[in-house]
Nanobody, 113 residues
Framework: QVQLVESGGGLVQSGGFLRLSCAAP???????MGWYRQAPGKQRELVAT???????NYADSVKGRFTISRDNTKNTVYLQMNSLKPEDTAVYYC????????WGQGTQVTVSS
């Protein structure tokens, strides 16, 4: 499995922005990287994924507000979150697929109304 180190969560007001980062130190090739989130009492859900070639996929709830990107030279994926809403409040988990899937430890994002 790949070790994933997340950063960038925090508390922000509705309408604000945050940028999450997730780094996977090492020289292996990661095919898919992405972000999932889990709100209290809810199942973990897809937020966005990006392939090594840059193909992206977004949940309908974040389209037009969130942007996923990655730097293959650094094995790092980013999630720019704009126009945040209270319903975006959740623990955000980084995901990486390099043969097998790996998860980060999660970072809390809280959006106040």
């Amino acid at each position: 499995q790949v070790q994933l180190v997340e950063s960038g969560g925090g508390l922000v007001q509705s309408g604000g922005f945050l940028r999450l980062s997730c780094a996977a130190p090492g020289s292996f090739s990661i095919s898919i990287m992405g972000w999932y989130r889990q709100a209290p009492g809810k199942q973990r859900e897809l937020v966005a994924t990006i392939t090594r070639d840059g193909n992206t996929n977004y949940a309908d709830s974040v389209k037009g507000r969130f942007t996923i990107s990655r730097d293959n030279t650094k094995n790092t994926v980013y999630l720019q979150m704009n126009s945040l809403k209270p319903e975006d409040t959740a623990v955000y988990y980084c995901y990486a697929l390099a043969g097998v899937g790996s998860w980060g430890q999660g970072t809390q994002v809280t959006v106040s109304s």
